[in-house]
């Protein structure tokens, strides 16, 4: 029963949180406030475009190793953000949950009936 929910909830969490951690790195950047507005808002929206082209699970372009490389993009990015922002606890929650939510995530197939 755990399984049916809880894995995909941990990957949609992780990429919820991969995209504010984007969102803090643009806004944290040492620069004047519209670019870091636009970094802000535009670091995330790249992001979500690239995961709903490739990753997501309807994707539009859907070649498995183009999935693996956003997903590896994405989370590794805002996992860098976190460690640079000086967040090392935040960054190793978020590659732990990125790491372990997408593969359990997975439907398990019913076995065969022989």
């Known amino acids: 029963m755990l399984r049916t929910w809880f ?35 535009g670091f ?25 490389v956003t997903r590896v993009l994405v989370h590794g990015a805002a996992v860098v953000a976190l460690l640079v922002l000086g967040h090392p606890v935040l960054a190793v929650v978020l590659a732990a949950a990125a790491l372990l939510g997408a593969p359990l995530s997975r439907p398990v197939s019913a076995p065969v009936a022989g």
């Open 7 to 41: 894995w995909p909830a941990v990957a949609f969490a992780a990429e919820l949180a991969s995209l504010a951690a984007l969102a803090v790195a643009g806004w944290s950047l040492p620069a004047p406030t519209p670019v870091r507005l636009l970094a802000a808002v």
């Open 44 to 68: 995330p929206l790249v992001a979500a475009v690239l995961w709903g082209l490739f990753a997501a699970p309807r994707a539009v372009v859907a070649v498995p190793a183009l999935a693996l």
